[in-house]
C-alpha cells in the first residue's frame, strides 16, 4: 500500500512539474541570420527553435513550430493572388470593415470554403512577425514562403510573397486610425493608416 | 517491486514520448498585449496567442515564463544597469569604413562587465538578444512606453535593479545584423513599438538576456 501511495506520489510530482514545464511554450524562434557578424552575435549563437514546416497541400503551410497554419499566396489572379491589395477600414471610426474583411476573408470562408476550413482570419503582429526570415530579403521569407513564383502559378504548384508591407489585425495604440504592418522587404515592421491598401495572408489555427 | 516499476517505467515512457510529439509546437506566438477591439476578427477581438507571465526574481533579473528567457532589469541608479547608458555595437572605424563586426562598446564595456566574475546576478553567461527575443518584450497596448509592468515599475531617480525596473523610451540594440546592409544591426524602439535598422556605429540602448532556447 505504501509503495502504491509512493508511485503516485512520483507520478504526481513529476506532472506538476510537467505542467510547470508546460508553461514554456512561448518559446523564440530563430531568425534565420546565418552570416556571423562576430562573437555573441546573431549569426554565431543562432538561439531559437530551429524552423520547420510542412506544405498541408490544398494550399495549405503548416508552421511546427507555432502551431499556425497559412494560407499559401499564387500568381494566378485568384483570390490568393500574392499580388492583390486590400484595406483594413474604410475610415472613421476605424473598425475593421476594409475589404481585406469583406472581400478577401468573406471569399475565404464562404461555403464550401479555402481548403475547406471556414475560420480564416488575418494574423496578429506577433503572428505575422513569425513568418519572417532574416538571413534572406526581397522577400525576407523562408523557403516555404517563397518558391518559383511564375506567372499564371496555383497554389499547388507556388509559394510566393511580395516584398511589401502585408497587414496585421493589431491596431496601434493611441491611434486607432493606424494597424501595424510587417514589411517582407527586410522583414521590419511598421504603422500605417487602415484606409491605405496593404497585402494579405490568411492565417488559422494556432489558439 | 516489479509489480510496481514496470508500470512506472511505462508510465514515463508514455509521458516522454507525448512530450516529444508535443515538443514541436513549443514555439507558439506570444499575445500582443492589445485589449481594444476594433471589430470581429481582429486582434483585441479574438487576443490570440499565449497569455503573458513574468516573474521577477528579485536579484535584477525577471524571467519570462513563457519563452523561458531571463532579462536584466533597468535602473535609474547611473550603475551598469542604468537605462539611459549607450553603447556602439561595432568600432567606428577609420572613415569612411563603418564596422560590421560586434566588437562596440556594447561588447567590451556593457556585456565585459555583467560577465566578470561574480558576474551580474551570478550568471556569467549574459548576451545580447535577437532581433526576435527582444521584441517579445513590445507591449503594443501601451503607445507612451510600449513594454510590460515588468520593465516599468518605478522608475524614480537613484532607484536600483532591485528597488525598480526601467525601459528607455528609444531604441535598443538587438543582435541581429540587417542582412542587406550589414553595416546596420535591427533595433526596437521602446518608443513606439516599431523597430528598423541603425547604423552600427551608434549609441543605443541595451538589454542583457540569458538562457531560453
Redesign the interface.
Known amino acids: 500500500m505504501n509503495?502504491?501511495a509512493l508511485?503516485t506520489l512520483?507520478?504526481f510530482a513529476?506532472a506538476t512539474t510537467?505542467a510547470d514545464a508546460g508553461?514554456?511554450?512561448?518559446?523564440?524562434?530563430?531568425?534565420g541570420?546565418a552570416?556571423n557578424?562576430?562573437?555573441?552575435?546573431?549569426?554565431?549563437?543562432r538561439?531559437?527553435?530551429p524552423r520547420?514546416f510542412t506544405d498541408l497541400g490544398y494550399g495549405m503551410i503548416k508552421d511546427?513550430?507555432?502551431?499556425?497554419i497559412w494560407e499559401k499566396k499564387t500568381n494566378d489572379g485568384s483570390i490568393h493572388d500574392v499580388h492583390a491589395l486590400y484595406s483594413w477600414?474604410t475610415g472613421e471610426p476605424?473598425?475593421?470593415?476594409g475589404t481585406a474583411?469583406t472581400t478577401f476573408?468573406a471569399t475565404l470562408n464562404s461555403i464550401p470554403c479555402f481548403a475547406g476550413n471556414c475560420d480564416w482570419?488575418?494574423?496578429?503582429?506577433?503572428?505575422l512577425?513569425?513568418i519572417r526570415n532574416?538571413?534572406?530579403?526581397f522577400p525576407a521569407a523562408f523557403l516555404a514562403f517563397n518558391q518559383s513564383c511564375p506567372s499564371g502559378c496555383t497554389n499547388t504548384e507556388c509559394s510566393c510573397t511580395t516584398p511589401g508591407g502585408y497587414l496585421?489585425?493589431?491596431?496601434?495604440?493611441?491611434?486607432?486610425s493606424d494597424v501595424?504592418v510587417v514589411r517582407f522587404n527586410?522583414g521590419?515592421?511598421?504603422?500605417s493608416t487602415k484606409t491605405d491598401l496593404g497585402y494579405v495572408r490568411a492565417v488559422r489555427g494556432?489558439? | 517491486m516489479t509489480r510496481y516499476l514496470v508500470p512506472t517505467i511505462a508510465a514515463l515512457l508514455l509521458i516522454a514520448v507525448s512530450d516529444a510529439g508535443a515538443g514541436v509546437t513549443k514555439g507558439r506566438p506570444l499575445e500582443t498585449g492589445q485589449t481594444t477591439s476594433y471589430g470581429e476578427g481582429t486582434d483585441g477581438d479574438l487576443r490570440p496567442g499565449l497569455t503573458r507571465l513574468f516573474i521577477d526574481l528579485n536579484n535584477g533579473v525577471v524571467k519570462d515564463r513563457r519563452t523561458g528567457l531571463f532579462w536584466e532589469k533597468k535602473s535609474n541608479d547611473g550603475s551598469i544597469h542604468d537605462k539611459d547608458n549607450v553603447y556602439g555595437w561595432a568600432l567606428s572605424l577609420p572613415v569612411p569604413v563603418v564596422g560590421e563586426t560586434f566588437s562596440g562598446s556594447v561588447v567590451s564595456n556593457f556585456l565585459a562587465n555583467l560577465n566578470t566574475p561574480p558576474c551580474f546576478a551570478g550568471f556569467c553567461d549574459w548576451r545580447l538578444p535577437t532581433f526576435y527575443e527582444l521584441q517579445t518584450l513590445v507591449n503594443i497596448e501601451k503607445a507612451d512606453l510600449p513594454a510590460f509592468a515588468e520593465f516599468d515599475t518605478g522608475c524614480t531617480p537613484g532607484c536600483s535593479v532591485t528597488q525598480c525596473s526601467c525601459t528607455g523610451s528609444d531604441f535598443y540594440w538587438t543582435s541581429s545584423t540587417w542582412r542587406a546592409v550589414p553595416t546596420y544591426a535591427w533595433v526596437v524602439y521602446f518608443s513606439t513599438g516599431s523597430s528598423s535598422a541603425r547604423m552600427k556605429t551608434e549609441g543605443g540602448y541595451a538589454r542583457a538576456v540569458r538562457g531560453g532556447f
Open positions: 509503495r502504491i508511485a512520483a507520478l513529476l510537467r508553461l514554456t511554450k512561448g518559446r523564440t524562434l530563430k531568425t541570420q552570416t557578424y562576430g562573437d555573441g552575435s546573431d549569426g554565431d549563437l538561439r531559437g527553435l520547420l511546427n513550430r507555432t502551431g499556425l477600414s476605424w473598425q475593421a470593415n474583411f476573408l482570419r488575418l494574423p496578429n503582429l506577433n503572428e512577425e513569425s532574416l538571413g534572406a530579403s496585421s489585425t493589431s491596431t496601434v495604440d493611441g491611434t486607432p501595424w527586410y521590419g515592421c511598421y504603422q494556432g489558439f
